[in-house]
């Protein structure tokens, strides 16, 4: 098989446990993002791949070839397993030219490579800066000079870690672009690690979340977010409204409906996720399919593109608040009153 | 940050599978060998021995005390306004002959103590030539006539040993200067502050850990000096170690006074790093600007040459002049004949143990970052502690413990072999060297060891996933990052080797002099001008490596580069 | 330079270190002497030279100061020292203390060595003496002012005394002697006199105290009897200068006599070279060397009868005092004590 695959890995520093069964594979021109927030193992685990740490537990297999096996010691060092991996702060050396970066993992030997790389850099709009030493460049730049030296040896596994974390908004959303599309044109197999769903919906085509060392789902970026395998996944991509409940004939009644809860025992607590943008504001109370649910408006903001509302509807044990984000201006004012319902495909139920 | 990071591996990676780790008891056995003698000196402090303290604390300790802590307070200031002054004015201003003061600053480096404080007794006392110029000019007659301030005392001692000693504390408040970003001083001018509240405010605390080493470095000289505080009959703990020692025949109550100083000078230590402990001195920004040299009106330029001056010609030219016309006076100087000789063995010791002070500077270092032991910076640290005790006294450490290691290699060939082979290291130049490296391990390791945190694990991952091995990581990637600063240390060692004495003198071999061992045997009968030619090739051998260090520093700023922004 | 040739040339450097230390420790064959010298080694070439032309037996030295003793003792039976030459008793006496010494018993030596100048066991011989003698300004002093150390502390020498560190060994020595002669109060009373007429606080060597003379600090300073003719026969005519604004008075004529101190040296008990070691101990003793020590270092040879140099001849002979030097050197540690009681170098 082409492309890579990390099997059964366990890893600890010390008595704290890191990679708690760690199992994944990414084909040959496949982007694959490992999502989680900081600290749940990600970048331990493209170190294990890079063999820059030692496996404690499990194999790592490049092109159908065992790289790393802990139960038999064997480890091929990061030099010799045509891995390219790129760091969070880009590690640029910085007594070497830009030019001398990006040549650093090139044998000495080809006059072509040195071509290769001058119209890479031009490529990237790096050709003016080749002599220029790394802490002169903005970061972006430096980005771009980290990505070049990476790919410049042509590995078949490429790991980024975090490669956008360090550049600003704006900038963010273009070397995104530029960096897909030198990486799908490498035909390397891709693992790129983030903390930022948006990214990974971006970038990946298949993403991998990770949590607390192991990892809970792996999908499309439509199946993560439209098929979210638990709480921890649907909260990654913002904020859910939390409506707590009990499973009576296979689904659980809340102030604002009744969700389906198939495959939950029958009395057992649950949780309704409904994310921000799944509850939706009916304009004039026109329904369709679910009867809506009145709410009292209790505070609008304009964020931009979207408006936040906070609303309040009455329940039995009192108010429950509930949060929604309405595209647009905010269509009402305080102390108004609104029809909401629910988009079924944002909402979902899980055992509390 | 990840856990990952927080446990970085260097080469080879770290992990909770326990494995053998070489460089790990590589540098606990080179810690353990180098702080031998230091711990043959708290042997000897434990040993039983006659009562001193009663009759020390009843009579001179008091005044050892006080005078020691004003000794080393008075050249603590001195260097530091030297040292922090100049390396600020040269790093920030622009005015005449700023280039040539950059490395001239360092050159009083290359000036032994005790051949300075001969040289200024010379000068100005009675009979030199300033006050004859005076008596001359106002038409005094005697001593009577007038006030002058008396060069052998306190505050002469102070003088000359600020003025040999400020360089470190230059070259070190430099380098920082020269590392700091603009961006955190434009901050600073953003805020409000003028640009002498910003040094006081910004520059000057973000250089502070620096500027502690280098004044450290200057308190742990001052503290072992003996010929400046003998010569000018200042009493300090170290005069008291040495006559407690000579005079009341107790060595062991040497060793006990020296251990007190060792005890004092690390909880000075321990308190500026408890005094700091909450604060981060990492640079926030990764991008740096270049320092936008501030041009200075005529007056102030003025003001600035003559403060970069001032050190300078008392320090160096002054002392190197007087050498020059002392030297010329007398060639031919008793025990000379050799001088070609003496130069050379000076030399060869001075580079060999400079190697091999970066050499194994370099390897506790990586030890330091690749192991997991908590223990090791601390024994580290304990064996380098040695630049604090007066040279003989940790000459008759390193006697003591290479002559215990030489008798049990003598007792064992001859049980087992039936043949002795005597005395193999005691007594030979691997004495001296193994001396030299006890000395100065401070001075090695305390450089590289800053230096080596500039090279990030992520580094390390970087090369070596770009399909370097660990051994051209290392050469292309870590020796070319280090080059300043195993420089700096290997200077650094040098000079002080070539000045070294009590050391050199105690633990050579048979016949062998240094240019250090011939100035002082001169000096030593009271003949100061013959003794000029030795002190003068050791100033001579010392400023070629003082220029070269101060180059160094220059490139070592981020950005000066070939295509870097020059200021 | 490149860093890795630099490393690599360190390492070839180390390896040839440890060579040349395995060759400079077989280097010990026969036909030698070692010594180890707290005296400068210019300062005894010639003896040792002219010792090697007439023996053949060639002379190693090292020079040092502070710690040969604790040397000597850390090396043991193994230490390749055969003699330890000093310039001071009190030297001399540590090394019996600490019993790293061995008795020569040599006719030559005792012959040559009146009995005050050796170790009554033959642990040790002296070999030159010189006087603590005091420097007196030609104009400011009157003959009948100053014609004893006693005289130092008396109230008409008030702000007129110089001295060097009480510490230093040959004040230590003198006031030793004095412990030996008048008992410990007498002796502080005397050092708490001479520091009450202290010109200025006790600093720099013998020399400069002539120095300060010259420059009115101060009418009288004690010093060293070679040291006057070390100043006399300097090539810096300064020196000269500084030589003839003083006269030398030896103290005590009429009673005990003056304080005198030896250079010395004493067999190391362990020694290798025994047989030459003695050779050159006895040569040391001879007209020869003795001729040598008087007109290269200005000393007092021991053995009686050698000429001395023409200046020494010229101050006339003096009185020494005679107790025994041994008995002098216990007061040491006790001396140095009472100098801080005293605080004379405050």
């Given at each position: 098989?082409?492309?890579?695959?990390?099997?059964?890995?366990?890893?600890?520093?010390?008595?704290?446990?890191?990679?708690?069964?760690?199992?994944?594979?990414?084909?040959?021109?496949?982007?694959?993002?490992?999502?989680?927030?900081?600290?749940?193992?990600?970048?331990?685990?493209?170190?294990?791949?890079?063999?820059?740490?030692?496996?404690?537990?499990?194999?790592?297999?490049?092109?159908?070839?065992?790289?790393?096996?802990?139960?038999?010691?064997?480890?091929?060092?990061?030099?010799?397993?045509?891995?390219?991996?790129?760091?969070?702060?880009?590690?640029?050396?910085?007594?070497?030219?830009?030019?001398?970066?990006?040549?650093?993992?090139?044998?000495?030997?080809?006059?072509?490579?040195?071509?290769?790389?001058?119209?890479?850099?031009?490529?990237?709009?790096?050709?003016?800066?080749?002599?220029?030493?790394?802490?002169?460049?903005?970061?972006?730049?430096?980005?771009?000079?980290?990505?070049?030296?990476?790919?410049?040896?042509?590995?078949?596994?490429?790991?980024?870690?975090?490669?956008?974390?360090?550049?600003?908004?704006?900038?963010?959303?273009?070397?995104?672009?530029?960096?897909?599309?030198?990486?799908?044109?490498?035909?390397?197999?891709?693992?790129?690690?983030?903390?930022?769903?948006?990214?990974?919906?971006?970038?990946?085509?298949?993403?991998?979340?990770?949590?607390?060392?192991?990892?809970?789902?792996?999908?499309?970026?439509?199946?993560?977010?439209?098929?979210?395998?638990?709480?921890?996944?649907?909260?990654?991509?913002?904020?859910?409204?939390?409506?707590?409940?009990?499973?009576?004939?296979?689904?659980?009644?809340?102030?604002?409906?009744?969700?389906?809860?198939?495959?939950?025992?029958?009395?057992?607590?649950?949780?309704?996720?409904?994310?921000?943008?799944?509850?939706?504001?009916?304009?004039?109370?026109?329904?369709?399919?679910?009867?809506?649910?009145?709410?009292?408006?209790?505070?609008?903001?304009?964020?931009?593109?979207?408006?936040?509302?906070?609303?309040?509807?009455?329940?039995?044990?009192?108010?429950?608040?509930?949060?929604?984000?309405?595209?647009?201006?905010?269509?009402?004012?305080?102390?108004?009153?609104?029809?909401?319902?629910?988009?079924?495909?944002?909402?979902?139920?899980?055992?509390? | 940050?990840?856990?990952?990071?927080?446990?970085?591996?260097?080469?080879?990676?770290?992990?909770?599978?326990?494995?053998?780790?070489?460089?790990?008891?590589?540098?606990?056995?080179?810690?353990?060998?180098?702080?031998?003698?230091?711990?043959?000196?708290?042997?000897?402090?434990?040993?039983?021995?006659?009562?001193?303290?009663?009759?020390?604390?009843?009579?001179?300790?008091?005044?050892?005390?006080?005078?020691?802590?004003?000794?080393?307070?008075?050249?603590?200031?001195?260097?530091?306004?030297?040292?922090?002054?100049?390396?600020?004015?040269?790093?920030?201003?622009?005015?005449?002959?700023?280039?040539?003061?950059?490395?001239?600053?360092?050159?009083?480096l290359a000036v032994p103590s005790y051949v300075i404080a001969y040289v200024?007794?010379?000068?100005?006392?009675?009979?030199?030539?300033?006050?004859?110029?005076?008596?001359?000019?106002?038409?005094?007659?005697?001593?009577?006539?007038?006030?002058?301030?008396?060069?052998?005392?306190?505050?002469?001692?102070?003088?000359m040993m600020?003025?040999v000693l400020?360089?470190?504390?230059?070259?070190?408040?430099?380098?920082?200067?020269?590392?700091?970003?603009?961006?955190?001083?434009?901050?600073?001018?953003?805020?409000?502050?003028?640009?002498?509240?910003?040094?006081?405010?910004?520059?000057?605390?973000?250089?502070?850990?620096?500027?502690?080493?280098?004044?450290?470095?200057?308190?742990m000289e001052t503290l072992n000096d003996f010929g400046t505080v003998d010569f000018?009959?200042?009493?300090?703990?170290t005069t008291?170690i040495y006559?407690?020692?000579l005079?009341?025949?107790?060595?062991?109550?040497?060793?006990?006074?020296?251990?007190?100083?060792?005890?004092?000078?690390?909880?000075?230590?321990?308190?500026?790093?408890?005094?700091?402990?909450?604060?981060?001195?990492?640079?926030?920004?990764?991008?740096?600007?270049?320092?936008?040299?501030?041009?200075?009106?005529?007056?102030?330029?003025?003001?600035?040459?003559?403060?970069?001056?001032?050190?300078?010609?008392?320090?160096?030219?002054?002392?190197?002049?007087?050498?020059?016309?002392?030297?010329?006076?007398?060639?031919?100087?008793?025990g000379?004949?050799?001088?070609?000789?003496l130069a050379?063995n000076s030399l060869?010791l001075a580079?060999?143990t400079?190697?091999?002070?970066?050499?194994?500077?370099?390897?506790?270092?990586?030890?330091?970052?690749?192991?997991?032991?908590?223990?090791?910076?601390?024994?580290?640290?304990?064996?380098?502690?040695g630049y604090?005790i007066p040279g003989a006294v940790l000459a008759v450490g390193v006697v003591?413990?290479?002559?215990?290691?030489?008798?049990?290699?003598?007792?064992?060939?001859?049980?087992?072999?039936?043949?002795?082979?005597?005395?193999?290291?005691?007594?030979?130049?691997?004495a001296m060297v193994?001396g030299y490296?006890v000395r100065f391990?401070?001075?090695?390791?305390?450089?590289?060891?800053?230096?080596?945190?500039?090279?990030?694990?992520?580094?390390?991952?970087?090369?070596?996933?770009?399909?370097?091995?660990?051994?051209?990581?290392?050469?292309?990637?870590?020796?070319?990052?280090?080059?300043?600063?195993?420089?700096?240390?290997?200077?650094?060692v040098f000079v002080d080797c070539m000045k070294e004495l009590p050391l050199t003198l105690l633990l050579r071999p048979?016949?062998f002099e240094t240019l250090a061992t011939n100035v002082h045997q001169l000096a030593s009968a009271?003949l100061l001008?013959?003794s000029a030619?030795g002190a003068l090739a050791i100033v001579?051998a010392g400023?070629?490596?003082?220029?070269?260090?101060?180059?160094?520093?220059?490139?070592?700023?981020?950005?000066?580069?070939?295509?870097?922004?020059?200021? | 330079?490149?860093?890795?040739?630099?490393?690599?040339?360190?390492?070839?450097?180390?390896?040839?270190?440890?060579?040349?230390?395995?060759?400079?420790?077989?280097?010990?064959?026969?036909?030698?002497?070692?010594?180890?010298s707290f005296?400068q080694p210019?300062?005894?070439?010639?003896?040792?030279?002219?010792?090697?032309?007439?023996?053949?037996?060639?002379?190693?030295?090292v020079y040092a100061e502070n710690g040969v003793?604790?040397r000597?003792?850390?090396?043991?039976?193994?230490?390749?020292?055969?003699?330890?030459?000093?310039?001071?008793?009190?030297?001399?006496?540590?090394?019996?203390?600490?019993?790293?010494?061995?008795?020569?018993?040599?006719?030559?030596?005792?012959?040559?060595?009146?009995?005050?100048?050796?170790?009554?066991?033959?642990?040790?011989?002296?070999?030159?003496?010189?006087?603590?003698?005091?420097?007196?300004?030609?104009?400011?002093?009157?003959?009948?002012?100053?014609?004893?150390?006693?005289?130092?502390?008396?109230?008409?020498?008030?702000?007129?005394?110089?001295?060097?560190?009480?510490?230093?060994?040959?004040?230590?020595?003198?006031?030793?002697?004095?412990?030996?002669?008048?008992?410990?109060?007498?002796?502080?009373?005397?050092?708490?006199?001479?520091?009450?007429?202290?010109?200025?606080?006790?600093?720099?060597?013998?020399?400069?105290?002539?120095?300060?003379?010259?420059?009115?600090?101060?009418?009288?300073?004690?010093?060293?009897?070679?040291?006057?003719?070390?100043?006399?026969?300097?090539?810096?005519?300064?020196?000269?200068?500084?030589?003839?604004?003083?006269?030398?008075?030896?103290?005590?004529?009429?009673?005990?006599?003056?304080?005198?101190?030896?250079?010395?040296?004493?067999?190391?008990?362990?020694?290798?070279?025994?047989?030459?070691?003695?050779?050159?101990?006895?040569?040391?003793?001879?007209?020869?060397?003795?001729?040598?020590?008087?007109?290269?270092?200005?000393?007092?040879?021991?053995?009686?009868?050698?000429?001395?140099?023409?200046?020494?001849?010229?101050?006339?002979?003096?009185?020494?005092?005679?107790?025994?030097?041994?008995?002098?050197?216990?007061?040491?540690?006790?001396?140095?004590?009472?100098?801080?009681?005293?605080?004379?170098?405050?």
């Amino acid at each position: 098989m082409s492309g890579f695959g990390m099997e059964g890995i366990v890893h600890a520093f010390g008595s704290q446990p890191v990679i708690a069964g760690a199992s994944l594979d990414v084909a040959e021109g496949e982007l694959v993002c490992l999502l989680g927030p900081s600290g749940c193992g990600k970048t331990t685990l493209l170190r294990l791949a890079a063999g820059l740490e030692r496996l404690q537990r499990g194999r790592v297999v490049i092109d159908g070839k065992v790289v790393a096996n802990a139960a038999d010691g064997r480890h091929v060092p990061p030099e010799r397993r045509r891995v390219g991996l790129m760091f969070q702060d880009y590690a640029l050396f910085p007594h070497l030219t830009l030019a001398e970066n990006i040549r650093f993992g090139l044998g000495r030997n080809s006059a072509a490579s040195a071509f290769r790389v001058e119209e890479a850099m031009a490529r990237v709009g790096l050709a003016p800066y080749a002599q220029a030493y790394p802490h002169t460049l903005s970061g972006g730049q430096q980005q771009r000079a980290a990505l070049l030296r990476v790919m410049a040896p042509g590995p078949r596994v490429l790991l980024l870690d975090e490669p956008f974390s360090d550049l600003d908004v704006n900038r963010r959303v273009q070397v995104r672009e530029s960096t897909l599309d030198l990486l799908k044109e490498s035909g390397a197999a891709t693992l790129m690690v983030t903390h930022d769903p948006e990214e990974a919906m971006f970038m990946a085509d298949r993403i991998l979340v990770m949590n607390a060392g192991s990892i809970v789902q792996s999908g499309t970026p439509f199946d993560i977010y439209f098929h979210p395998a638990d709480a921890f996944v649907a909260e990654l991509f913002g904020p859910v409204n939390r409506l707590p409940g009990v499973v009576r004939d296979r689904a659980v009644e809340t102030p604002i409906g009744r969700f389906e809860a198939p495959g939950i025992a029958e009395g057992s607590p649950v949780d309704v996720l409904i994310r921000v943008e799944g509850l939706v504001v009916m304009a004039n109370g026109a329904a369709d399919g679910s009867p809506p649910v009145a709410a009292r408006v209790v505070s609008s903001r304009l964020l931009g593109r979207s408006s936040h509302l906070g609303l309040r509807v009455p329940a039995d044990g009192g108010d429950i608040a509930l949060q929604c984000r309405v595209p647009g201006i905010p269509p009402l004012g305080p102390d108004e009153t609104v029809q909401i319902k629910v988009d079924r495909a944002q909402a979902f139920v899980f055992p509390a | 940050m990840e856990l990952a990071r927080t446990n970085p591996g260097v080469i080879s990676g770290k992990s909770a599978v326990p494995r053998v780790d070489g460089w790990t008891a590589g540098a606990f056995l080179i810690a353990g060998l180098i702080a031998m003698p230091i711990l043959a000196i708290i042997a000897l402090a434990l040993a039983p021995s006659d009562d001193i303290w009663h009759h020390l604390a009843s009579t001179v300790l008091p005044h050892y005390l006080t005078t020691t802590a004003a000794l080393a307070a008075g050249v603590g200031l001195g260097t530091l306004i030297i040292g922090v002054g100049t390396a600020w004015l040269v790093t920030m201003f622009r005015f005449p002959l700023r280039g040539v003061f950059e490395w001239a600053l360092l050159l009083p480096l290359a000036v032994p103590s005790y051949v300075i404080a001969y040289v200024y007794t010379d000068i100005l006392e009675y009979a030199g030539p300033l006050q004859v110029a005076l008596r001359d000019f106002f038409g005094w007659t005697s001593r009577r006539d007038y006030w002058f301030p008396e060069i052998r005392s306190l505050g002469g001692a102070i003088a000359m040993m600020t003025l040999v000693l400020y360089p470190y504390v230059y070259l070190l408040a430099r380098a920082a200067f020269l590392e700091q970003s603009v961006c955190v001083l434009e901050v600073s001018r953003t805020l409000g502050k003028g640009p002498w509240r910003s040094f006081a405010q910004v520059a000057l605390p973000l250089a502070r850990p620096a500027i502690v080493i280098g004044l450290t470095l200057v308190v742990m000289e001052t503290l072992n000096d003996f010929g400046t505080v003998d010569f000018f009959a200042v009493a300090t703990l170290t005069t008291g170690i040495y006559d407690v020692w000579l005079n009341m025949n107790s060595a062991a109550g040497a060793a006990q006074l020296a251990v007190l100083t060792l005890v004092i000078v690390a909880l000075l230590i321990a308190a500026e790093r408890w005094a700091r402990r909450k604060q981060r001195f990492h640079h926030t920004t990764p991008r740096y600007r270049a320092l936008a040299i501030t041009p200075l009106s005529p007056g102030r330029a003025a003001l600035a040459l003559l403060a970069c001056l001032t050190p300078v010609a008392l320090g160096f030219l002054i002392p190197a002049a007087q050498l020059v016309g002392f030297a010329l006076d007398h060639r031919p100087a008793p025990g000379t004949g050799r001088f070609l000789d003496l130069a050379a063995n000076s030399l060869l010791l001075a580079s060999i143990t400079a190697g091999l002070a970066v050499v194994i500077g370099l390897f506790l270092a990586y030890g330091v970052r690749v192991s997991r032991s908590h223990w090791l910076p601390a024994a580290i640290r304990f064996a380098s502690i040695g630049y604090a005790i007066p040279g003989a006294v940790l000459a008759v450490g390193v006697v003591v413990s290479l002559a215990a290691w030489d008798n049990a290699v003598d007792a064992v060939a001859r049980a087992s072999f039936g043949f002795s082979p005597g005395l193999l290291l005691s007594g030979t130049v691997f004495a001296m060297v193994f001396g030299y490296l006890v000395r100065f391990m401070a001075l090695s390791f305390g450089a590289i060891e800053a230096s080596l945190g500039k090279v990030t694990p992520s580094m390390d991952g970087a090369a070596r996933t770009l399909g370097h091995s660990p051994l051209s990581v290392l050469r292309r990637i870590h020796l070319p990052l280090l080059k300043g600063s195993l420089l700096t240390a290997a200077i650094l060692v040098f000079v002080d080797c070539m000045k070294e004495l009590p050391l050199t003198l105690l633990l050579r071999p048979f016949n062998f002099e240094t240019l250090a061992t011939n100035v002082h045997q001169l000096a030593s009968a009271e003949l100061l001008e013959q003794s000029a030619p030795g002190a003068l090739a050791i100033v001579a051998a010392g400023i070629l490596p003082v220029i070269a260090l101060s180059r160094t520093i220059r490139r070592s700023r981020p950005g000066q580069g070939p295509l870097g922004n020059r200021p | 330079m490149t860093l890795h040739k630099s490393l690599r040339t360190a390492g070839i450097l180390v390896s040839a270190v440890i060579g040349a230390a395995a060759f400079a420790s077989q280097a010990m064959a026969a036909g030698e002497v070692n010594l180890y010298s707290f005296r400068q080694p210019f300062l005894i070439e010639p003896m040792l030279k002219e010792f090697t032309r007439q023996s053949g037996i060639a002379v190693n030295v090292v020079y040092a100061e502070n710690g040969v003793l604790e040397r000597i003792k850390a090396e043991g039976p193994n230490s390749p020292a055969d003699i330890v030459l000093t310039v001071d008793i009190g030297r001399l006496h540590d090394l019996v203390e600490a019993e790293i010494l061995q008795p020569v018993k040599s006719p030559v030596l005792e012959a040559n060595i009146p009995a005050q100048y050796r170790h009554p066991d033959g642990l040790w011989f002296g070999l030159t003496s010189r006087a603590r003698i005091v420097f007196a300004s030609k104009d400011r002093v009157r003959a009948d002012e100053i014609r004893s150390y006693e005289d130092l502390a008396a109230p008409h020498m008030k702000g007129r005394v110089c001295s060097r560190s009480g510490k230093q060994d040959y004040n230590i020595s003198l006031l030793a002697s004095i412990v030996a002669h008048k008992g410990e109060q007498a002796a502080r009373e005397w050092l708490a006199g001479v520091k009450a007429n202290l010109a200025q606080k006790p600093q720099g060597n013998d020399r400069s105290q002539a120095k300060a003379i010259m420059e009115g600090v101060c009418d009288v300073a004690l010093a060293n009897t070679y040291y006057m003719g070390q100043m006399l026969s300097d090539k810096n005519p300064e020196q000269k200068d500084w030589a003839q604004a003083v006269r030398i008075i030896f103290p005590n004529q009429d009673e005990r006599g003056t304080h005198v101190n030896l250079s010395g040296a004493a067999l190391v008990r362990g020694a290798k070279n025994r047989d030459n070691a003695i050779k050159l101990i006895e040569f040391l003793s001879e007209d020869v060397a003795q001729k040598l020590y008087a007109e290269t270092n200005v000393e007092y040879p021991v053995k009686a009868g050698v000429a001395l140099h023409p200046l020494v001849e010229s101050w006339g002979p003096f009185k020494a005092d005679a107790i025994e030097l041994a008995q002098v050197a216990k007061f040491r540690p006790l001396a140095a004590r009472l100098v801080d009681q005293v605080g004379f170098d405050l």
